[in-house]
């Protein structure tokens, strides 16, 4: 059985930090991408950030300079480090690892939410 399952979450004033944590079972994560996606209120779910299984990494050019994903194989573990957070960063944030070669289908883990104040 998959389960990613996503932590980290939480309420932050603007300028603030968070580091979400995605822990996965049930997949090869070391083979795999993994994302970070995020929907807000009235919009379409958007990527966040993503990084390969040999480490590459790209993000959306609203988090860039501000967003670092990275993953660590031993734990079976993505994280996203969030600085400089936004009130437009509000948003329930999904991690997710995509069909593949050793995955039959997208995987979805439940959602953290992430509230920043103004």
């Known amino acids: 059985q998959v389960q990613l399952v996503e932590s980290g979450g939480g309420l932050v004033q603007a300028g603030g930090s968070l580091r979400l944590s995605c822990v996965a079972s049930?997949?090869?994560?070391?083979?795999?991408?993994m994302g970070w996606y995020r929907q807000a209120p009235g919009k379409q779910r958007e990527l966040v950030a993503i990084?390969?299984?040999?480490?590459?990494?790209n993000y959306a050019d609203s988090v860039k300079g501000r967003f670092t994903i990275s993953r660590d194989n031993a734990k079976s573990t993505v994280y996203l480090q969030m600085n400089s957070l936004r009130p437009e960063d509000t948003a329930v944030y999904y991690c997710?690892?995509?069909?593949?070669?050793?995955?039959?289908?997208?995987?979805w883990g439940q959602g953290t939410q992430v509230t920043v104040s103004s």
């Open positions: 997710n690892s995509p069909r593949s070669p050793t995955n039959a289908r997208d995987y």
């Open positions: 049930g997949i090869m994560f070391r083979w795999n991408f």
């Open positions: 990084i390969t299984a040999g480490g590459s990494t």
